[in-house]
């Protein structure tokens, strides 16, 4: 399940395709459905848009700043300018 986990979270930093092309292989199907709901919050959601919203909002808590004494601010810098310079390298794919 961590090989999982860290799919879904390179995905989510990536595109949102591949991020659904991981959930639908791991659910076995090719639909616009992933063939079962998640449960977040004690909410089950079905849809795709519930569902990327869900996501949007798991992904960002997991990401928001941390409030400890140990938050390492330089990490956050580093990252940060990573993902910046991947976002600002995409190029779209107008076939997708």
Same mark, same amino acid.
């Given at each position: 399940?961590?090989? =999982?986990?860290?799919? =879904?979270?390179?995905?989510? %930093?990536? #595109?949102?395709?591949? &991020?659904?092309?991981? *959930?639908? /292989?791991?659910?076995g199907?090719?639909? $616009?459905? #992933?063939?079962?709901?998640? $449960? &977040? $919050?004690?909410?089950?959601?079905?849809? #795709?848009?519930? *569902?990327? !919203?869900?996501? !949007?909002?798991? &992904?960002? $808590? %997991?990401?928001?700043?941390?409030?400890?004494?140990?938050?390492?601010?330089?990490?956050? /810098?580093?990252v940060r300018? *990573? #993902?910046?310079?991947? =976002?600002?390298?995409l190029? =779209?794919?107008?076939?997708?």
């Amino acid at each position: 399940m961590d090989t =999982l986990d860290q799919d =879904l979270e390179k995905a989510a %930093l990536s #595109i949102n395709a591949e &991020f659904w092309k991981i *959930l639908k /292989r791991r659910s076995g199907k090719c639909k $616009n459905s #992933i063939g079962a709901g998640i $449960n &977040f $919050n004690g909410t089950v959601y079905w849809s #795709i848009e519930d *569902l990327t !919203a869900q996501w !949007a909002i798991y &992904f960002s $808590n %997991l990401y928001d700043r941390s409030v400890s004494d140990d938050f390492d601010d330089d990490w956050e /810098r580093t990252v940060r300018t *990573l #993902i910046n310079d991947t =976002l600002d390298n995409l190029t =779209l794919d107008s076939s997708v």
